[in-house]
């Protein structure tokens, strides 16, 4: 038993693998306007209820999606050594990548961001794509997320990263991945009749049998 207990911690130390869930959630949220990430953020119905929601198999978004969209992706990555991290990020347009130092969200800290815009998989255009050194530890794993907002034309998002070692994955494999399980939010209020003039966005929801569907519109 005892034997079996030092295997396992070797494998830590040495840096073996640690284990991901192979995937990572991103959340979307369309007919959101403008191209910066503080657009999205600023929207009453981020980060808690999003229109659509799937699991990424590495940490990249897909590319020439949509547009006018907002999305988030979030999960735990978990490091396979011990040792000082470089992260990237590459979007189009806007893009923020923020870590935790745990896998607490509240902890999370902006370490690397595209302002404008970039080609996918670029990783080079900005300075500020590219992250200072994160200590990470083997055998834990930490909360991340990556913030997206696309206004026209062309659309991505990736994250990649560089081991203690030197060896860079550019986008980050699922095998080092894990999705976040978001808490169920507390139901919408419904909004008040607008009183005055323009365009004001609303949503209709209506569940069929399990599923909820969700159709944005314009109120003139």
């Known amino acids: 038993m005892v034997a079996v207990v030092l295997f396992f911690v070797g494998q830590i130390l040495a840096g073996e693998p640690a284990t991901g869930t192979g995937t990572i959630l991103r959340q979307v949220w369309n007919g959101a306007g403008g191209n910066s990430v503080a657009d999205l953020a600023s929207s009453e119905d981020f980060p808690n209820y999003p229109e659509e929601s799937s699991l990424l198999q590495s940490f990249e978004a897909p590319t020439d999606s949509a547009d006018n969209y907002g999305a988030l992706i979030r999960g735990y990555v978990h490091p396979p050594q011990s040792g000082n991290y470089i992260f990237w990020i590459a979007s189009d347009d806007n893009g923020e990548l923020w870590i935790s130092s745990s896998e607490d969200p509240a902890q999370k800290k902006l370490i690397a961001q595209v302002g404008e815009w970039t080609m996918p998989r670029d990783w080079e255009k900005f300075p500020a794509q590219k992250s200072q050194p994160v200590q990470l530890q083997a055998g834990r794993k930490y909360y991340i997320e990556a913030r997206h907002k696309e206004g026209f034309g062309g659309d991505n998002l990736a994250v990649g990263w560089q081991l203690p070692d030197g060896k ?45 569907i969700k159709m944005p519109y314009l109120l003139y």
């Open 168 to 212: 860079q994955e550019r986008p980050i494999p699922g095998s080092r991945l894990s999705a976040f399980v978001p808490p169920k939010p507390a139901p919408r209020t419904p909004k008040p009749p607008p009183t005055t003039a323009g365009h004001h966005r609303r949503r209709i929801e209506h569940k069929v049998g399990d599923k909820t």
